[in-house]
């Protein structure tokens, strides 16, 4: 079970996150606290997995403090200003709950927590086949077998995943290749990540993967043509 804290300073949204983390088993909500130097002198002694934090508080914002403490600690922002979704999204939250949120929103961020804390805290052998982007200011679980290509945009790249449905996130080529299996997707470009098992043919320069034609980039040709033999 995940342990948590929850900082706001108003007490009926504690109350009501209490009474969330009461009805799940996913969670122990270990304090909550109203004010946020409370909160630092707990968490120096009992260091927790996630943290339900307030944005818009007196004196340090949510998002301060959550640049102060050590980031291998999960955050769920909550606040009643959408304005601050995107820099609470940029600190890499789990999530982001706009007041008044329901239970099942709630359970919903709970879920993302569960998961990403099992994907993080999993042993050295095991194989996870999926991987975590941060997109739609939260983080979104793909399963490699729904990836049909990865393609580079820049400091983006766009995941092109079956159904013709497609997610965009902040991320190197370098990086999101770095954390899919190297058994099943290859770098065939200095733009593009294809699935092994989707590519249908190969001519000259290009493949064919899903339908979707790809280049071959000139230093990813050797291990490319390895692969087919």
Known sequence: MIRAIAIDDEPLPLEILQAYCDKTELVSLERTFTKIVEAQKYLRKFPVDLLFLDIHMPKMSGVEFYKSIEQSTMVIFTTAHSQYALEGFNLNA?????????????????IKANEYYNYQNQKETAKPQYIYVRADYSLVKIAFPEIHYIESLGDYI???LENAKRITTRM????????????????????????????????????????KEIPIGSLYEEEVFKLIK
């Open 94 to 110: 789990i999530d982001f709950l706009l007041k008044p949120f329901s239970f099942e929103r709630f359970e919903s961020a709970v």
């Open 158 to 160: 766009c995941i092109y």
């Open 172 to 211: 190197t080529t370098k990086t999101v290749y770095e954390k899919l299996s190297p058994k099943d997707f290859i770098r065939v470009h200095r733009s593009f990540i294809v699935p092994i098992k989707g590519i249908e043919n190969i001519k000259g320069k290009t493949m064919i993967v899903y339908g």
